[in-house]
């Protein structure tokens, strides 16, 4: 079973998940290499899933941000990505710099992989949620998978999860999900119909031709909007009170658990600070531990 996902993270933890098989070393006066399989997790609704890591295909595109007409092979999606993840919050850096560069041309390889695993007859299994990256994803994946023949199902993360000891866990998305967890969602898979696959891809047909310059899930449905549609939350945080960048960006993300990126933030930050609307107080190379303030 192939397994489709949409962030990093998210993607890092199947890989874990679907890779039954560990192998370790042994510290003493002689390294030994062990092999065996991994034993199953004694907590609840804990297990593995089986299969490998190369079972496990990341389509980290971020599709909803930016021009969705481009082709995601395009080199207006690559520097896109680029953009989002580098904004020297890590100062620079060479290495880092040519990895990020890299990142989508990685996605592009997973792409083609997938293609080939379809080819191939492969079943495929989407995992996905609610946040805007994820949905935009799904949808924009079901134009590949409406081509093919292939077994399809999908398993939606849900907003909550009743544990035994009557405590309540919520989510937003798969990236808040340990590899050992992703098992105890499998009674939650559902087989798509050719019809359901054809109706997702319409509907990013339809986000295309709208090509807004930010996509959302609102009232359960995926719209595109405005570029400032998440500046309110900017607005409601920041004072004349000096604060680090960083801490602010926290503060938004822990309070609006929206499934944007601190790198979004970041973008609608600095713009604010070209425009003289925020103002820093204390600079640094890596932008995130600037002081900012209201200007």
């Keep these: 079973m192939i397994e489709i996902l949409f962030g990093e993270s998210e993607a890092g933890a199947m ?6 098989i560990i192998t370790g070393k042994v510290d003493g006066p002689t390294a030994v ?8 997790p004694k907590k609840e609704n804990c297990g593995w899933i089986e299969g490998t890591s190369e079972d496990v295909i990341c389509l980290g595109f ?7 007409r481009e082709e995601v092979s395009s080199e207006y999606r690559r520097r896109l990505i ?3 993840y580098a904004q020297e919050q890590w100062g620079k850096d060479a290495e ?5 560069m890299q990142l989508c041309d990685f996605y592009c390889t997973e792409m083609e992989r997938l293609k080939a695993y379809l080819e191939a007859g492969e079943p495929v299994r989407v995992w996905y949620s609610d946040v805007p ?12 998978l409406q081509n093919y023949q292939n077994e399809v199902s999908v398993v939606k993360l849900p907003e909550y999860r009743i544990r035994t000891d009557h405590s309540i866990v919520s989510y937003k998305s798969w990236s808040e999900t340990a590899a050992e967890e992703f098992a105890g969602f499998l009674y939650l898979e559902k087989k798509l119909s050719r019809e359901e696959i054809q109706m997702y891809a319409m509907a990013w047909r339809i986000l295309q031709e709208d090509n807004s310059p930010l996509r959302a899930f609102v009232n359960g449905k995926l719209i595109g909007v405005p570029e400032d549609f998440y500046d309110f939350l900017i607005w409601q945080r920041i004072t004349q009170k000096p604060v680090k960048e960083a801490r602010l ?10 499934g944007i990126g601190d790198w979004w ?8 600070i070209q425009t003289g609307k925020i103002k820093i107080v204390e600079d640094s190379e890596n932008s995130y531990k600037r002081t900012i303030c209201l200007a």
Excluded: P
């Design 15 to 20: 890989k874990a998940a679907k890779n039954t």
């Design 33 to 40: 290499w062990m092999a065996g399989r991994k034993k199953t």
């Design 62 to 68: 971020l599709l909803d941000i930016g021009n969705i």
């Design 82 to 84: 680029y953009s989002m």
């Design 96 to 100: 880092t710099d040519a990895e990020l």
């Design 133 to 144: 990256y994820s949905r935009c994803g799904f949808c924009q994946v079901c134009t590949v």
């Design 249 to 258: 960006i926290g503060d938004i993300l822990g309070h609006s658990q929206l």
């Design 265 to 272: 933030y970041a973008k609608r930050i600095e713009y604010f």
